[in-house]
Structure formats: structure tokens, C-alpha cells
């Protein structure tokens, strides 16, 4: 969407077809992504919800918008709050925070028994020379790949995501570190000891926030220390030297996660389908009411909530404008 010549918002979609379905929308990177939402300028998210209503309205064949993973200052919140037709809403699993502050004191709101573990692993750390050092951008895509070299070896005999297996999903973490770190925006921390890498995290820089997004670690380096307490403070030491108000831990409410947050940003999913067509069911609908008439009101719950089913997401609310 522009003006003019400036560009002011993109709405980033894909078509998918379910089941005979005229076809449902939803953003790219549905899925694995943690957070998604529209890309807007600041200062034009109204004129840009508006554009993109209209945009839906006049775009054929789709039958169904499904929004996934909007934080509650996604803008696509602006879309579905002036859509004029049906919209379910549900809550998907939130994203733990740590309110940044100096690391001494954090560990001070955190349980006794954290507080020591924690503790007793950067001593230990220190003891043995342990290094974090950041990937410089001409070594950021070989720090990448043993990223994922490590991040196999610390899932080995568990249910890993099966996407983190694939080559598609290395070469993506490859590219998006080489992006990344040239442009400042994120990048891989490694920790070195006896000139080896036994553990790394790849961290992203938002305006506000530094977000954990991938980490691993050699096994031998489980049994000595406590990994995630050395992740969670080299996490709040970076956010701390960039000014940044929190670290973001993203999506799951995982118990190893929520020792160390202050709060949980809730995500939600929102559901949007076109309005409503005046009329009623005809014969074969009246014996088989998930086929009513396309946009009727029965039949878009009906649908909706086998949809959310194969999901394995919770029941819908249908809300109406």
C-alpha cells in the first residue's frame, strides 16, 4: 500500500485450500513464526487497515482470513476490529518476558533455589575460562550451522520440531544470521572454552526488546552447568547495554521459562470470514447441515470449529459486527 510513491503498509498473505474450502488466508510464516502481523509506517495504521479491508473485500477466491500469532499491539488488530462480517477470536499460547534490570537484581526476584543454581554456573563458567564472544558478520553463517549442529545434539533421543531438521530451515537460519548480524539486528552468541564452542544462542534486537530465539548446547556442557541460567544472562546483559525494556523469551509458557519471567503477553488468533449472504439452506443442506449455503451463519460456524479442530486449537467465539 502506498502513497504516492511511499510505501506506507504491506499485508504479507498466502492462499491455502482445506477440504473444498474456496480457499482461506493466512500470513506468511504461519507456523513457526512467533510473532505476525502486518508491516506498517508509523502513524498510518488506520489509513492502512482501511486500504486492506478494502483490499480483502475486492480479492477473489477466499472464504476465510486466519490471523495467527498477533501480540496485543499487533496492528492486523485494526483489520479485524473494523471487519464488517463474522470474526472468531481465540488465545494461543503467550510469550514470557523479563523485565530488564541489572542482573544481581534479577536474580533477586526469582526463587532461592534459581537464584543458587544460577550462581553456582557462572562461577563454574568463570572457573573454566568460558567465553561469550558474538559472531562477527563474516563468521555469522558458520556460527549458524553449528548452531543447528548443536541445537540436534541437545534435542538427541527427544521430540524435536521436525521443520528444525530439514535443510529448507538451515539455510533459512543461515541467511537470516548473515542478515542479521550486518545490519545489527540480531546475532549468534557463542560460548567458547578450550577453543571449542559447547553452547550458542541467537538472539534478535527489536526496538525494545532482545528476543531469545534459537539455542544449543553440547551435552557434556548440560552436565556441568545450568545452560539456560548463562543464557538468561548474557540475554539481560546485552538487553541492558542496549536500553532495551525487556527480554523476550517468544511462544511457550514452558515452566523452564516462566521461573524466569516477570509477565506472559497473551497471542491470540483471529478468524475473519466474508459477511454473510441472505438465505436459507437448501434440501441436501437440510440433511447435512455443514453444507449450508456458503457465508450463511450456521455454516461458517460449522465449518470454523472443524477447522479450529484440525488445528487442535480450543472452541471458537463467534462475534458479529
Partial sequence: MRDGALLVGLVPLMLERWWGFPGWLSFIGTGLTDYLDILV??????????AGIGALKRMQPWK??????????AAALCISRKWPGPRTYTRQLGCPVIDVKPWDELLMSVSTRLRKNARRSLRRAEEDGLRCVLAKPEEAAKAARRLITLQREMWWGRDIDQEHLTE?????????????????AGGIYEFWRDGKVIASHFLLFGRDFVADYLVGVKQEALQRYQMYSLYMWNSVIIAHSRGS??????????PYKLRWASQ??????????????????????????DRLVDGSYVGFKLRGRR??????????????R
Avoid at 509506517?41 to 482501511?50: C, I, M, N, S, Y
Avoid at 476465510?64 to 499491539?73: A, I, K, V
Avoid at 525494556?245 to 514452558?254: C, F, K, N
Wanted: proline fraction near 7%; glycine fraction near 8%.
Fill in 64 to 73: 476465510m482470513l486466519d490471523l495467527q500469532g498477533l501480540s496485543p499491539e
Fill in 245 to 254: 525494556a525487556r527480554v523476550d523469551l517468544l511462544q511457550g509458557e514452558e
Fill in 168 to 184: 529448507r530451515f538451515e539455510s533459512h537460519l543461515v541467511a537470516a544470521a548473515m542478515r542479521l548480524t550486518a545490519c545489527e
Fill in 264 to 289: 506472559v503477553i497473551p497471542n491470540s488468533r483471529v478468524i475473519l470470514t466474508r459477511k454473510p449472504t441472505v438465505g436459507g439452506p437448501n434440501r441436501s443442506s437440510v440433511r447435512r447441515p
Fill in 41 to 50: 509506517r508509523r502513524g498510518w495504521e488506520a489509513q492502512v487497515a482501511k
Fill in 307 to 320: 477447522y479450529e479442530a484440525v488445528e487442535g486449537g480450543p472452541r471458537i467465539r463467534v462475534s458479529w
